[in-house]
């Protein structure tokens, strides 16, 4: 009976696997796994009743730091916008849903205590990402979804941070 916890402790230490050390001298591994920087764009959306709309970049910095990645929704509503970064071989990095920037939703207080909610149409508006910087980006792609559920390329650009 007593061979018994010697059994368990022995199974017990056999299925512990040691971790391998971390090298700090090892810092192109650092690189290519983490990289503690953060990617703004801010952009201008202009609905032009007659022209085709149009997006702006205004500006964009890196700053230190980690942001939160959002998920990729596979339901767009009209509207909605698909942000798309690809690396130099044109494959996609990273992808964001936008929801609408022209389209917002308010809300008030009617006198008799109900809340009303109104959607309003906007010409313009500002909207900005905000993602965790990869050295690989290199093109911007922003589409705009139709109302058939397709996509109408409204931006393109380089990115030169």
Known sequence: MRLFPAIILLLVGC??????????????????????????????????????????????????????????SSSYLPGDLKLSIYNKDELVLTELRIGDPLRKQVE???????????????????????INYNPAFDRVFIYKTEENGKFTELFNMKLEL
């Open 108 to 130: 008030s207080f009617n006198p008799d205590g109900t809340i009303e909610s109104v959607k309003i149409e906007l010409e313009k508006a500002q909207f900005f990402i905000r």
């Open 15 to 72: 299925a512990v696997k040691k971790l391998p050390d971390t090298d700090t001298n090892n810092s192109e591994h650092a690189l290519k796994t983490s990289n503690n920087e953060i990617l703004f764009l801010n952009f201008e959306f202009f609905n032009r009743n007659n022209l085709p709309d149009s997006i702006t970049l205004l500006n964009s910095n890196k700053v230190q730091g980690k942001s939160n990645d959002k998920s990729v």
